[in-house]
Nanobody, 125 residues
């Protein structure tokens, strides 16, 4: 099992940057792939980024590719999401999630067994 806690959210002006952290508790953190998702009011929870267990494979949707970067430090039990060139449309609650199977379906929420409580990101124009 693994427990996840997000931090680093806040209010930032358009064009600015934020770095989100996902701190995990539990042993064998390296046994999990980790994804970031976001959900705006009244909207679906959408895929943002994925990183494989060892950190060698990463992917992003077109909406954030080139602006967001996911990374992990298994020795620190932490996954990061660096967000640059933020836009008002990025405003949402951001969640990290961990899974141990179904990596080929990493864009879907059902592939993740563990979820954090989320952190609010607000981008002003």
């Amino acid at each position: 099992q693994v427990q996840l806690v997000e931090s680093g959210g806040g209010v930032v002006q358009a064009g600015g940057s934020l770095r989100l952290s996902c701190a995990a508790s539990g042993r064998t953190f390296g046994a999990y792939f980790v994804g970031w998702f976001r959900q705006a009011p009244g909207k679906e929870r959408d895929f943002v980024a994925i990183i494989s267990k060892g950190g060698g494979n990463r992917d992003y949707p077109d909406s954030v590719r080139g602006r967001f970067t996911i990374s992990r430090d298994n020795a620190k039990n932490t996954v990061y999401l660096q967000m640059n060139s933020l836009k008002p449309e990025d405003t949402a609650v951001y969640y990290c999630a961990a899974g141990s199977s179904s990596y080929k379906e990493y864009r879907t929420t059902s592939s993740y067994a563990y979820w954090g409580q989320g952190t609010q990101v607000t981008v002003s124009s």
